[in-house]
Nanobody, 119 residues
């Protein structure tokens, strides 16, 4: 299983942008399932965006049009570009990677990076 390390979280005002990065210890490419999740204390984890070669890219309705998932295979890094941030986007964000199609689940998880959006 790959080790994943997120970075790029922080505090930003509403309307601002952040780019989260997720560096993998092993090679990842578009044959992998890649995803971003977020969680607020006391609430269930929410899937924000995911990609696999079967279904392509899927976004949660709450972030559609504002967030973009991408990857750089040469750097073994997954990204989440977050624009037009809203206070309700405040959460701990986690990246995850799976060995195949996403319906098979995710094998590796990062430790999380905090995103705080103020109004």
């Amino acid at each position: 299983q790959a080790q994943l390390l997120e970075s790029g979280g922080g505090s930003v005002q509403a309307g601002g942008s952040l780019r989260l990065s997720c560096a993998a210890s092993e090679y990842i490419d578009r044959r992998n399932c890649m995803g971003w999740f977020r969680q607020v204390p006391g609430k269930e984890r929410e899937e924000v965006a995911r990609y696999d070669s079967w279904q392509g890219t899927i976004y949660a309705a709450s972030v559609q049009g504002r967030f973009t998932i991408s990857s750089d295979n040469a750097k073994n890094t997954l990204y989440l570009q977050m624009d037009s941030l809203k206070p309700e986007d405040t959460a701990m964000y986690y990246c995850a990677v799976g060995g195949g199609y996403c319906y098979r689940g995710f094998d590796s998880w990062g430790q999380g990076t905090q995103v705080t959006v103020s109004s």
